[in-house]
C-alpha cells in the first residue's frame, strides 16, 4: 500500500483512506447501519466477509438503531451453522478472541501458527488443533482493538473462498487499510452506546499511590510494601485508602483492578 489511495478491485476507482475511514465513522447509533455497510463493502472488495465483536466478554450482539444484528443482517452470517455471533463460548473456545487478548496489532492465521509482524511468544505457544472447528474457518485476518477500561473487541475478515488457507498476500496488501477501518468502526461502536460513566472522569492518581498501588497488585500487604518503600504502615494504608476514593472504589481489589484499566499499574511482566 502507497501513499493514502486504495484502488478498489470492483469499482476500479480510487478513494483515499480518508474517505473509506470517514464512510465507516460512527459518530451516533442512526451512523451504525451505514457505516457497516461501507466496511463489509470495503472487505467483499478484497474478497473478505467481516465478523465483529465489540466486546469478547459480552454475550450482546452488535446491532444498529433499529436493534438489528449487524453480524447476520449487513455482514451475511445468516445460514444455519454460521450463525458464530450465537456462540457464546467462541470468545473462550475459539483461537481467534483469545489472541486478541494477547496481540493489539493486526495478524494472520490458520491452522499452521499466527503470522504476525513480529514474533509474539504467547501466541507461538498457543494450540492449534482442530483450528477449523475451533474457528469456524480455514484462515482469517484478524484485527484486535483494545478499548478504555480493558475492553477488548476481536474481529475478523474471513475469505469468500471457504478452502483458501493462505491470507498472507491479502494480508501484506490490505491488512493496514482493513485495520484501520475496522478500528474506526470499533471505536465509534463503542462510543455511540456507551451509556455508563464506569471510572470518575480526570481521575489523577499521585506518583505515591500508583506506586503503593503496583506492589499490591503483585499480592504485597500493607505491611510488606511499608518495608519495601520505607514508609509507615498507616502511610501505605492511607495512599491506598485515597486511590479508592479518587477511583469510587468499595474495596482494594475493586481498586486496584480500576487503576489497572486506567493504565496506571502497567504489565507485570
Excluded at 91 to 107: D, G, T, V
Excluded at 163 to 185: C, H, I, N, T
Amino acid at each position: 500500500m502507497t501513499g493514502s489511495v486504495i484502488e478498489l478491485r470492483a469499482q476500479r476507482s480510487q478513494l483515499r483512506i480518508e474517505d473509506l475511514l470517514e464512510q465507516v465513522t460512527v459518530r451516533c447509533v442512526e451512523d451504525i447501519h451505514d457505516a457497516a455497510v461501507a466496511l463489509s463493502t470495503i472487505a467483499a472488495e478484497r474478497g473478505l466477509q467481516v465478523c465483529t465483536c465489540d466486546d469478547i466478554s459480552s454475550k450482546e450482539p452488535m446491532v444498529d438503531a433499529d436493534g438489528t444484528i449487524i453480524n447476520a443482517d449487513v455482514f451475511g452470517w445468516i445460514e444455519d451453522g454460521k450463525r458464530w455471533w450465537e456462540d457464546h463460548r467462541l470468545a473462550l473456545r475459539s483461537p481467534l478472541p483469545r489472541a486478541c487478548r494477547y496481540e493489539s496489532e493486526p495478524f494472520w492465521v490458520n491452522r499452521h501458527g499466527y503470522f504476525t509482524r513480529w514474533r509474539n511468544s504467547y501466541l507461538d505457544e498457543m494450540e492449534l488443533h482442530d483450528f477449523k472447528k475451533r474457528a469456524l474457518c480455514n484462515a482469517a485476518i484478524v484485527i484486535p482493538v483494545h478499548l478504555p477500561f480493558g475492553q477488548i473487541s476481536a474481529n475478523s475478515y474471513i475469505p469468500f473462498e471457504r478452502d483458501k488457507e493462505d491470507l498472507s498476500q491479502e494480508f501484506a496488501l490490505y491488512g493496514d487499510l482493513l485495520g484501520m477501518v475496522m478500528r474506526r468502526f470499533i471505536a465509534g461502536y463503542v462510543q455511540a452506546n456507551r451509556t455508563k460513566r464506569r471510572i470518575p472522569s480526570n481521575c489523577v492518581l499521585s506518583k505515591r499511590e500508583v506506586e503503593c498501588l503496583r506492589w499490591a497488585a503483585i499480592g504485597k500487604t500493607d505491611k510488606e510494601i511499608s518495608m519495601i518503600l520505607g514508609r509507615s504502615h498507616a502511610t501505605i494504608r492511607y495512599h491506598i485508602h485515597r486511590a479508592g476514593e479518587k477511583l469510587d472504589s468499595v474495596n482494594r481489589a475493586q481498586t486496584i483492578f480500576k487503576a489497572g484499566q486506567l493504565g496506571y499499574l502497567g504489565s507485570s511482566s
